[in-house]
């Protein structure tokens, strides 16, 4: 399952902590996740997502108000993973918080350009100038070096 594919244009995806150093880890399409507030969404194959929930009142909630979501672990310390199908990702989405993908505006994407060319011929200015002055001999002073 690509979650960079389904989910990418909206959402963070990113590779696995576990597998970072592994060779070939990022061509495999099962190490990348979607991180969330309250946890994070993974595959579990080709049909179903897990949402492993680090939040108790949101563990509980949302095994209270939707029940046709499995919960595959369910363990004391606040945390639950839960089974659910690829239509029931908006549902589990308001829960978790996925972390959404930043987007310029067009306004501001364009005012970024304008600003990152103007810096640019103002560096470009202040080079030139300062790599003639260094060529140049200050005047008096000799071009060769005494010995």
Same mark, same amino acid.
């Given at each position: 399952?690509?979650?960079?594919?389904?989910?990418?244009?909206?959402?963070?995806?990113?590779?696995?902590?576990?597998?970072?150093?592994?060779?070939?880890?990022?061509?495999?399409?099962? =190490?990348?996740?979607?991180?969330?507030? =309250?946890?994070?969404?993974?595959?579990?194959? =080709?049909?179903?997502?897990?949402?492993?929930?680090?939040?108790?009142?949101?563990? #509980?909630?949302?095994?209270?108000? *939707?029940?046709?979501?499995?919960?595959?672990?369910?363990?004391?310390?606040?945390? $639950?993973?839960?089974?659910?199908?690829?239509?029931?990702?908006?549902?589990? $989405?308001?829960? $978790?918080?996925?972390?959404?993908?930043?987007?310029?505006?067009?306004? *501001?994407?364009?005012?970024?350009?304008?600003?990152?060319?103007?810096?640019?011929?103002?560096?470009?200015?202040?080079?030139?100038?300062?790599?003639? #002055?260094?060529?140049?001999?200050?005047?008096? $002073?000799?071009?060769?070096?005494?010995?």
């Amino acid at each position: 399952m690509d979650l960079k594919l389904l989910y990418g244009t909206r959402f963070k995806v990113i590779l696995d902590e576990s597998v970072k150093l592994e060779p070939g880890a990022r061509s495999d399409l099962w =190490n990348y996740l979607i991180p969330c507030k =309250n946890g994070s969404i993974y595959p579990f194959s =080709n049909t179903l997502l897990e949402y492993h929930c680090t939040a108790r009142g949101i563990r #509980t909630r949302l095994d209270k108000e *939707h029940p046709e979501i499995e919960v595959r672990n369910w363990s004391d310390d606040g945390e $639950a993973i839960f089974l659910f199908q690829l239509d029931q990702f908006d549902l589990i $989405a308001k829960y $978790a918080r996925p972390r959404r993908k930043r987007r310029l505006s067009a306004k *501001h994407r364009e005012k970024l350009v304008k600003a990152g060319s103007l810096a640019l011929k103002s560096y470009r200015k202040s080079n030139s100038k300062s790599d003639q #002055t260094a060529l140049k001999p200050a005047k008096g $002073a000799s071009s060769h070096v005494n010995s």
